[in-house]
């Protein structure tokens, strides 16, 4: 348990929340945190951008939502833009990647599509599934699917569940969004799986794979405007469900990068369009391609300004700003130093155990309000993290003091 504890405060050394610990050290904000699970027992779909400034909390927020889906049976995938590093939000291909990179189920440390298709071949196996599964796999013929929208999700996991496949392959392509040779692709993922099905694949029998005229466009996240893309990730929630998961959800980090890191305007008015396809809602069925999970964005107080602005700076009069004002929004309050208290008692409590020392002395006691009370006076827009990292640094100092 010490070793755990540690690498908890080595963590809030940096001002860090430690994952797994997330829960205990959200502190305050009773009334959003309540908001926030009530909305998570109750999977219906939802957007919401996360308002705060920097340093108070979105990050923090995030990984608490995280958290408490993964404990509520969400699958869930956590996404950081950052355009320089190629995960563009006008670029669904890129988006998708990413959400299959950080997919996360219950009670499984490792990440991406893997440990997700191998949850659903062990549901699969165990014959843990819905009535709605009879759909996706055509009564287990697995030789079209009238419940997925995107045929190369319908093709990866019907060769995953075959074993016949090479599966490294197949989390490469999906982490990458492309990237591979169609011989490689049809030859690894239809021929060879195919011993193990009755009947054939039929790529365009169902009606909603019927834009897919040739097998170049099977395997194309770009196919069609990115409307594979967008399939494909409605496709991800569509099989969470199915598998008796409560569906997924995924957390976008760093949202202001839409508005910094992409210069080209015109490729700034998708990202915005694509932000909107989150939304449900009929204002924002803009092509019919929303995502019906849930999706949470984390933001600055003055995002939805700055997209205007940006917009009219480079002569947009006539966009719709209106889709902007319609986005639903979730305002975190700031901490009170009484908050920032509390969180000091839940760090003292952890260092204690961590190091194996009297925390509970009157001069620890004393110390620590102090500090928390000149840190949080600071004026500073990362108060909070301002706040852990002093905090963790005189128990530090007391802790060599004791010595």
């Not at 829960?23 to 939802?46: A, D």
């Not at 990647?97 to 997700?116: H, S």
């Not at 917009?311 to 209106?322: I, R």
């Amino acid at each position: 348990m010490n070793v755990e504890v540690q690498q908890a405060i080595e963590s809030l050394r940096l001002g860090i929340p430690p994952e797994g610990h997330i829960r205990y050290f959200t502190v305050g904000r009773l009334k959003e945190i309540n908001t926030l699970t009530t909305t998570l027992q109750q999977p219906t779909s939802t957007a919401l951008l996360l308002k705060a400034n920097y340093g108070s909390g979105k990050s923090h927020l995030l990984k608490f939502i995280r958290e408490t889906a993964l404990k509520e049976g969400y699958a869930v995938s956590s996404v950081t833009l950052d355009a320089k590093s190629a995960v563009r939000f006008n670029r669904m291909d890129q988006i998708f990647g990413a959400i299959c990179r950080g997919l996360e189920i219950p009670g499984v440390k490792q990440k991406g599509i893997a440990p997700f298709f191998d949850w659903i071949s062990s549901q699969l196996k165990g014959g843990h599934v819905t009535n709605h599964w009879g759909q996706i796999a055509n009564n287990n013929r697995w030789n079209y699917s009238k419940a997925l929208k995107s045929p190369s999700i319908f093709i990866a996991l019907r060769a995953w569940v075959s074993g016949r496949a090479n599966t490294n392959l197949i989390e490469d392509w999906l982490h990458q969004a492309g990237g591979y040779k169609i011989t490689d692709l049809d030859r690894e993922l239809i021929r060879k799986p195919q011993i193990s099905f009755r009947e054939d694949l039929q790529a365009n029998g169902p009606l909603q794979w019927s834009s897919y005229t040739t097998k170049a466009s099977l395997f194309d996240f770009k196919h069609n405007v990115y409307s594979q893309s967008w399939h494909a990730i409605q496709d991800l929630d569509t099989l969470a469900r199915a598998s008796k998961l409560r569906g997924l959800i995924i957390l976008f980090d760093e949202f202001e990068d839409i508005v910094y890191n992409i210069r080209n305007i015109e490729h700034q008015k998708v990202a915005f369009q694509n932000l909107f396809q989150f939304f449900p809602g009929n204002l924002f069925t803009l092509s019919g391609n929303l995502f019906t999970g849930m999706s949470f964005f984390a933001i600055t107080p003055g995002f939805v300004e700055k997209c205007k602005h940006r917009l009219m700076m480079k002569g947009c009069w006539d966009y719709d700003y209106s889709y902007f004002d319609a986005l639903q929004t979730f305002e975190m309050s700031p901490l009170e130093e009484s908050h920032l208290q509390e969180l000091a008692e839940k760090i003292r409590q952890f260092h204690g155990i961590a190091y194996d020392w009297d925390t509970n002395k009157l001069t620890v006691e004393k110390s620590l309000k102090h500090i928390v009370v000149k840190a949080a006076s600071t004026p500073l827009q990362d108060r909070t993290r301002h706040t852990i990292c002093e905090v963790v640094k005189c128990l530090d100092q007391l802790l060599e003091d004791d010595k």
